[in-house]
RNA sequence: GGCGCGGUACCCAAGUGGCUAAGGGAGAGGUCUGCAAAACCUUGAUUCGUCGGUUCGAGUCCGACCCGCGCCUCCA
């Protein structure tokens, strides 16, 4: 039985879907006006690994994540550098992919964008006003909250509480409520803007979730996930526009992320604290390492990233490859032990079990690692066969189907003239020159590349490069 | 102010009523090795922020307090 938090009932519940032949996932994407920085990167990660799960648990899954490409920040994005909206976002709607695709992430069937679903938003707000849930002011529609009783049950803000703050002074809309929230904003010098049947102007942001969720996913569906910032108001206000069109119940479970933090404090510019994706892969950090370390911590606890937990997270993911690299390389009897596969259905167990209660992720790394241990055991006793060998690979693959991180990136070829210098180093050895050996391997060493004298002969990997 | 999260060994971190408190990293010891490195094995908290309480029994429940952090109208 798997078993989620959800947000809705703040309470860990048994996860059942509307249809178990297939489950409707809709996650929140990126705004595009800027590259993915890590705290997003631990969003899509997560999100990742609870379909990654839900696929291996043997559901189908119909995965939908938006791309905002209108909004506040896009628009002056594109203005500042004068350039068109839509050459703006592009260039970042190609980086999200590529980001996605670095990180090893399942795509989604569908990626509508918000400025392809115009018409379909309007028809929503034209249902809204219809119903009585929206008014029209100067030119802009707004969702009356005070139609819709239910508002705050997500986020549990009890609204004669919540204090209007600052805001209302530099907002240039009226409305008959300061809790009330643009579906359509009118019409401004400076912005791109839609002739519609509500007239002229452009979306506000929460209307294409409810519009592009409900249009690929149904009027109701299974799982919503994003970011917990998003909880309030965003989220709060999707529930209110499409439970108040469809009068149906909008998602049964909510599923939100923590967030990151860096060095302990929140990641802001202003800090120097902020990492894009990008900047990272510029200090040469392996993704699937950064991966391992974004998947490691549960996705409801705030992860504290920093470069000495990227290290961390290296050496551990290092003994797992390690592991995989002697059972694949080391020459091994014929022949099989009988206590393999109970091994290894006792780690399937751990491991699922672990995933199935909200995605407890050390639960089931732990079950991993526990494995090492005992199989290394065995190999040092000498009784591991080549079946069982085979066999282990396999069952790791097989889980990486959920961790997306052992894979095998396309074996690494060395430079051909750092291949003749370990073969050099080899003859010198067989020369017993230990001395050139020795500083051969030093120099190689200082190039970032770790030489290992096996029984199988000579092993390099990549290391930190030493001084 | 409102909502929420967390404080478990040097670091990261699981465990939410009951055998000897997971796992990873670092450190230490050992195996292997030409020596190393790497790898592998072994090793670690009479104790779970503090103080009370409930209970036969609490890190785990209740209360108070201390500390750190996040969110609160467009930042995942």
């Known amino acids: 039985m798997i ?58 899954v119909k995965h939908v994540m938006n791309i905002t490409d209108v909004d506040d920040k896009t628009i002056k994005g594109a203005n500042a550098e004068g350039i068109k909206l839509q050459e703006y976002t592009k260039k970042y709607i190609d980086t999200f992919f590529e980001d996605i695709n670095v990180l090893n992430i399942l795509k989604a069937d569908f990626y509508p964008r918000a400025t392809e679903h115009i018409q379909d938003m309007v028809k929503m707000i034209k249902g809204l006003l219809q119903k009585g849930y929206a008014y029209k002011k100067d030119g802009s529609v707004y969702f009356s909250i005070a139609k819709f009783p239910n508002y ?23 409305k008959e409520n300061v809790n009330d929230f643009a579906l359509w904003k009118n019409k401004k010098e400076g912005e791109p803007f839609w002739e519609t049947e509500i007239g002229a102007g452009r979306p506000g942001w929460h209307i294409e979730c409810s519009v592009m969720s409900s249009k690929y996913l149904g009027q109701t569906f299974d799982i919503h996930c994003g970011g917990t910032d998003n909880i309030f108001p965003h989220h709060e206000n999707e529930i209110a526009q499409s439970e108040a069109y469809s009068g149906k119940k909008f998602v049964n479970y909510w599923i939100h992320c923590h967030h990151l933090i860096v060095d ?21 950090v392996n993704p699937s390492i950064l991966r391992f370390l974004l998947l490691s911590t549960h996705y409801r606890k705030m992860l504290n990233f920093s470069f000495k937990a990227l290290e961390q997270a290296s050496a551990s993911f290092q003994r797992i490859k390690d592991f995989l690299y002697e059972l694949k390389n080391r020459s091994f009897e014929e022949g099989e032990n009988e206590e393999i596969p109970l091994l290894i259905e006792e780690m399937n167990q751990n491991f699922t079990g672990g995933l199935n209660d909200d995605l407890n992720i050390a639960v089931a790394l732990r079950a991993i690692f526990e494995m090492i241990r005992k199989v290394n055991i065995l190999i040092s006793q000498g009784k591991i066969y080549r079946e069982d060998a085979d066999k282990l690979v396999s069952s790791f693959n097989s ?42 391997r030093d120099e190689l060493l200082r190039k970032g590349i770790v030489l290992e004298d096996t029984k199988d002969g000579v092993r390099w990997k990549r290391g930190k490069a030493k001084s």
Request: proline share 4%.
């Open 152 to 174: 705050g049950q997500l986020s549990k803000i009890n609204l004669e509480e919540l204090k209007p703050g600052e805001r209302i002074e530099s907002d240039e809309y009226e």
């Open 264 to 284: 302990g404090e929140k990641m802001s510019k202003s800090k120097g604290n902020f990492f894009t994706l990008r900047d990272l892969l510029n200090k040469n």
């Open 399 to 440: 889980l990486d189907e959920v961790l997306g991180v052992l894979h095998e990136e396309k074996e690494e070829m060395l430079p051909s003239e750092i291949l003749k210098i370990i073969e050099e180093r080899e003859k010198a050895r067989k020369e017993k020159n230990y001395k050139l050996a020795d500083q051969i």
């Open 3 to 60: 078993q989620f938090y959800n947000t809705l009932s703040g309470k860990l519940e048994p996860f059942n879907p509307i249809t178990p032949v297939e489950i409707k996932l809709y996650t929140c994407g990126p705004t595009v006006y800027d590259y993915s920085h890590i705290g997003n990167c631990r969003a899509y990660i997560f999100e990742d690994l609870l379909k990654r799960f839900l696929i291996f648990k043997g559901y189908k």
